[in-house]
């Protein structure tokens, strides 16, 4: 099985849960449930929510000393906001759970292969 990452994307001036966590309440609900239904058929390795694009530190030590800047490593105008690593047979099937991620999170949603070893 492949593994693929399932990132969830927002858009430059936002923060959907932070602004009204009690109305967040039913996302962070269909997350849970479809965290529940990717373990329960066994497409689970890991998942993450990520606090916001605010808090980043770069850290670049390809010259010698490390260097560390507040903010992303490049400016754009989405920002991760969360993951989660899924086994799939192939990529229609993790499209498949990409979509439903999608609704359960209210975000759009990436999907990329990890490398084969």
């Not at 799939?88 to 999907?111: F, H, I, Y």
Request: charged share 25%; glycine share 10%.
């Amino acid at each position: 099985m492949t593994q693929y990452l399932l990132s969830v994307h927002h858009g430059a001036d936002e923060d959907p849960y932070a602004e009204d966590p009690e109305a967040a309440r039913p996302v962070f609900e269909a997350v849970d449930r479809f965290n529940q239904r990717l373990r329960a058929e066994g497409a689970w390795v890991f998942a993450g929510g990520l606090e916001p694009i605010d808090t980043t530190t770069t850290v670049d030590a390809t010259g010698g000393e490390p260097v560390l800047t507040d903010g992303p490593f490049a400016e754009a105008k989405e920002w991760l906001g969360g993951f989660w690593v899924i086994e799939a047979p192939d990529l229609d099937a993790a499209l498949r759970w990409a979509a439903e991620g999608s609704r359960a999170c209210q975000g759009r949603v990436q999907v990329r292969p990890f490398q084969s070893e």
